[in-house]
């Protein structure tokens, strides 16, 4: 999935990591074995998201950024799974997102 990507350029601009996985939290890929945890946790982090959203009148969930101290985290549910995406803040994630998935 994340093949066509130039993995260290991205990296040049803030890019730390991406790991996509099924609905069960199976990793189908990812740009390196650390993320692992940040892979468990991406359909928690989506099912959580769709209960706030929901009241809300917010029906399917888009994207989910979560910022931190130093490092921003992106979750794209996907039909069958989920993308989660490791910048650091100081990135473009608009961009970063556009390259590696299009």
Do not use: W
Not at 69 to 85: F, K, M, R, W, Y
Request: hydrophobic share 40%.
């Amino acid at each position: 999935m994340f093949e066509d990507a130039s993995i260290a350029e991205l990296k040049q601009h803030g890019f730390i990591g991406a790991i996509a996985c099924s609905a069960n939290g199976t990793v189908i890929d990812a740009t390196s074995d650390e993320l692992e945890v940040f892979g468990s946790i991406l359909g928690y982090i989506t099912q959580v998201a769709d209960m706030i959203g929901e009241p809300f009148g917010m029906d399917t969930i888009e994207e989910i950024h979560l910022s931190g101290a130093n490092t921003t985290a992106v979750c794209i549910p996907q039909e069958d799974g989920s993308l989660g995406v490791l910048c650091s803040n100081r990135a473009n994630v608009e961009e970063i997102l556009t390259e590696l998935i299009g």
